[in-house]
């Protein structure tokens, strides 16, 4: 997560340090924001933690936690398409896949209950852009909206438990979106590196038939939270 923040403020101020998004000078693509409709791809990472409720909250004393998550960097690719709504707002659909991996153990038990959960979600979002004026060849922007995603990789349906190496989730689920970004006019093309938080609404733990079970028994709600650095390119 920390390497994405950094990855993401390094764009920017290599950016601002630049001399041809200041001063007086040609515009690129200065008709792009003229269209109604805009299309595009984007490719990015993803850093994606869990987030726990508790029936009865006694974490351990080391770490002030039930659980250990390990957050690891993972990838995303997908299309957008853009309707512009006003001179400083635009709607937009980012449909896409997110490829994420989290090591995840029950501190209070042993060793054998550390699981490695890989997902792939197919991620679409529906979001509101609001945008300042252009400045020379960049303009900073906000997003924010809701989103839902689908786990291809949930095992919510398979008959092994907790007990026999598995870990369920949901494979619904939803989410809500803020972020910040900035649009860079280059002489091709509209590149476009924005920072997001994605935060899950529902609960995406299956619970175990064991109440006791150590993933499961003392867990009110899980959701998933994560941080998305994309590149557009429209």
């Known amino acids: 997560m920390k390497r994405i923040l950094a990855i993401f403020l390094f764009i920017l ?21 003229a269209q109604r409709w805009s299309w595009g791809y984007f490719l990015g990472f993803n850093s994606y933690d869990f987030h726990f409720d508790y029936k009865d909250y006694n974490p351990s004393p080391v770490t002030g936690q039930d659980f250990r998550v390990e957050r690891r960097t993972g990838f995303n ?9 006003g001179s400083n707002l635009d709607l937009r659909l980012e449909p896409g896949v997110s490829f994420s991996t989290r090591g995840f153990q029950a501190i209070k038990a042993d060793a054998g209950t550390f699981r490695e959960v890989s997902s792939t979600y197919v991620h679409i979002p529906l979001l509101l852009k609001f945008s300042t004026d252009r400045l020379n060849n960049f303009k ?7 989103s839902t995603s689908i786990n291809l990789s949930s095992n919510e349906n398979n008959p092994d438990g907790y007990n026999e190496g598995q ?16 649009d860079l006019y280059l002489y091709y093309f ?11 609404i529902n609960d995406e733990l299956v619970q175990d038939e064991d109440p006791g079970n150590p993933f499961t028994g003392n867990v009110d709600k899980m959701t998933s939270r994560a941080i998305f650095l994309n590149f557009t390119f429209q």
Do not use: H, W
């Not at 690719?77 to 709504?85: A, D």
């Not at 870990?167 to 900035?182: D, P």
């Open 190 to 200: 509209k590149l476009s590196p924005s920072l997001r938080g994605v935060f899950a």
């Open 13 to 33: 101020c290599s950016q601002f340090s630049n001399a041809q998004f200041f001063g007086d000078q040609i515009l690129n693509n200065e008709n792009f924001d």
């Open 77 to 85: 690719v997908g299309l957008i398409g853009n309707l512009k709504l």
């Open 167 to 182: 870990f369920r989730m949901k494979t619904n689920t939803y989410y809500y979106e803020i972020g910040f970004g900035i």
């Open 140 to 146: 900073p922007f906000v997003v924010g909206g809701l």
